[in-house]
């Protein structure tokens, strides 16, 4: 994805990324890890989907991003595929 975004022509920050280092069953680290995931929402111009799956932990940045009028982009697995940007 990180790749696509690139060719794409933008420079992806990758939430997901610090998502594999958390204990999501410590709660207190599941709460920093999802404040510091809206910290870097807050400072993107968008937030792009990638893909089909939401998960509830996109729903809340997504619903962040709807709050404060961020931009949201699904980017469709086809799209994504076929190497697609958004733009077109």
Not at 11 to 27: A, G, K, L, M
Not at 49 to 75: A, D, K, L, P
């Amino acid at each position: 994805y990180r790749q696509y975004a690139i060719d794409c022509g933008v420079s992806p920050v990758s939430i997901h990324e610090d998502y594999r280092v958390v204990n999501w069953r410590n709660e207190k680290q599941s709460q920093r890890a999802l404040e510091n995931a809206l910290t870097k929402i807050w400072c993107s111009d968008e937030l792009w989907v990638m893909g089909s799956n939401i998960t509830e932990r996109m729903r809340e940045e997504i619903e962040f991003c709807n709050e404060f009028n961020i931009t949201v982009r699904y980017i469709s697995n086809k799209q994504f595929k076929c190497g697609l940007n958004p733009e077109n």
